[in-house]
């Protein structure tokens, strides 16, 4: 059974930084693309970043380019993202999923069966 637990949300001001990690269980963890989401209140869930199995591509939703890194640990079974330069705008409960198939921000999240149950991360101004 594929399970992905999110941590390192919390309350940070504007400017400032997270790391949460995504820590896998269940799976094959380098067969699996992982892909970071966000949800903020009364929005639908959205893309954020994405990493393929080996790490050797990523992708960023524009909002977060710049600004955003996804990278991934096989041996730990962990991917990270680090969040610099963080706004008001990025405050959301950020999910992790996996899956076979490449994620990117065209997937839509009704393809993704395997979810984490989420982190929040809340920017102050």
């Known amino acids: 059974q594929v399970q992905l637990v999110e941590a390192g949300g919390g309350l940070v001001q504007a400017g400032g930084s997270l790391r949460p990690p995504c820590v896998a269980s269940?799976?094959?963890?380098?067969?699996?693309?992982i892909g970071w989401f966000r949800q903020a209140p009364g929005k639908e869930r959205e893309f954020v970043a994405a990493i393929s199995r080996s790490g050797g591509s990523t992708y960023y939703a524009d909002s977060v380019k710049g600004r955003f890194t996804i990278s991934r640990d096989n041996a730990k079974k962990t991917v990270y993202l680090q969040m610099n330069s963080l706004k008001p705008e990025d405050t959301a409960v950020y999910y992790c999923?996996?899956?076979?198939?490449?994620?990117?921000?065209?997937?839509?999240?009704?393809?993704?069966?395997?979810w984490g149950q989420g982190t929040l991360v809340t920017v102050s101004s």
């Open positions: 269940g799976l094959t963890f380098s067969s699996y693309n």
């Open positions: 999923a996996a899956d076979r198939s490449l994620i990117t921000s065209a997937t839509p999240t009704t393809a993704l069966g395997a």
